[in-house]
């Protein structure tokens, strides 16, 4: 087992990226739906968010912190120029024959405060999430991963939900329900983590045969910002 850098592009490093993003788009598309599970009212991103989580703790598990975080920046840029057709194409001049514009408006529509809300909570709870795993992954030899990828979950997903949560309602629920909503995304979140767990073991595996790689981030630039080859 090779226990250095990922210096090559792979067929599946690419598929995991392609996934990762991919959810990442899906979820901010859907998120302006509320849905009920379990007698909660929760946006129907969780669905599908939960698992660029666990993408990231593979990409992170198998590829290292330095890939994790290239990966992370690709996602943020490539959501950035969702958001921009979105907009563009809403404020372009409809056809005459197109009468759902009020109904497009509504549902791919946004508002300054929510996006800065879902972009800063996006880079605060995926950086803590890499960052986690990769510490702890170095601590305990590589030994238990369902310790470091529920623990790097925990705290992600607690800042994701506490960032978005606050920036995005902060002065508009009541503080009582602002509290609640954070808490329960929170767990909601991290229960999906733990009950995939399994899956998260079985890809991690595979692609740690198949690609010959099991990065350990010992000398790594943790910054969220380097560039570099550390």
């Given at each position: 087992?090779?226990?250095?850098?990922?210096?090559?592009?792979?067929?599946?490093?690419?598929?995991?990226?392609?996934?990762?993003?991919?959810?990442?788009?899906?979820?901010?598309?859907?998120?302006?739906?509320?849905?009920?599970?379990?007698?909660?009212?929760?946006?129907?991103?969780?669905?599908?968010?939960?698992?660029?989580?666990?993408?990231?703790?593979?990409?992170?598990?198998?590829?290292?912190?330095?890939?994790?975080?290239?990966?992370?920046?690709?996602?943020?840029?490539?959501?950035?120029?969702?958001?921009?057709?979105?907009?563009?194409?809403?404020?372009?001049?409809?056809?005459?024959?197109?009468?759902?514009?009020?109904a497009y408006e509504r549902i791919l529509g946004f508002t300054p405060r929510l996006l800065l809300a879902s972009?800063?909570?996006?880079?605060?709870?995926?950086?803590?999430?890499?960052?986690?795993?990769?510490k702890m992954k170095v601590l305990t030899e590589g030994r238990w991963l369902w310790s470091r990828t529920i623990?790097?979950?925990?705290?992600?997903?607690?800042?994701?939900?506490?960032?978005?949560?606050?920036?995005?309602?902060?002065?508009?629920?009541?503080?009582?329900?602002?509290?609640?909503?954070?808490?329960?995304?929170?767990?909601?979140?991290?229960?999906?983590?733990?009950?995939?767990?399994?899956?998260?073991?079985?890809?991690?595996?595979?692609?740690?045969?198949?690609?010959?790689?099991?990065?350990?981030?010992?000398?790594?630039?943790?910054?969220?910002?380097?560039?570099?080859?550390?």
């Amino acid at each position: 087992m090779v226990r250095a850098s990922a210096q090559q592009h792979s067929t599946w490093f690419v598929a995991v990226v392609a996934l990762f993003i991919t959810s990442l788009l899906i979820a901010n598309i859907i998120a302006v739906k509320l849905v009920t599970l379990f007698g909660f009212v929760l946006p129907a991103a969780v669905i599908i968010f939960p698992i660029s989580y666990i993408l990231g703790d593979v990409l992170t598990e198998v590829y290292g912190y330095r890939r994790a975080r290239q990966v992370i920046w690709l996602a943020f840029a490539c959501n950035l120029l969702a958001v921009a057709a979105i907009w563009l194409s809403q404020v372009l001049p409809g056809a005459e024959i197109w009468d759902a514009q009020p109904a497009y408006e509504r549902i791919l529509g946004f508002t300054p405060r929510l996006l800065l809300a879902s972009f800063c909570a996006y880079l605060v709870g995926e950086f803590a999430n890499s960052f986690v795993l990769a510490k702890m992954k170095v601590l305990t030899e590589g030994r238990w991963l369902w310790s470091r990828t529920i623990a790097s979950t925990l705290i992600g997903q607690g800042l994701d939900s506490l960032v978005f949560i606050t920036i995005a309602f902060f002065g508009i629920l009541p503080p009582p329900l602002l509290l609640t909503t954070i808490v329960t995304q929170w767990l909601f979140k991290t229960g999906y983590e733990v009950i995939a767990t399994p899956l998260t073991y079985a890809v991690v595996n595979f692609l740690k045969r198949a690609e010959g790689l099991d990065v350990y981030d010992r000398t790594t630039d943790f910054s969220p910002f380097s560039w570099g080859e550390k």
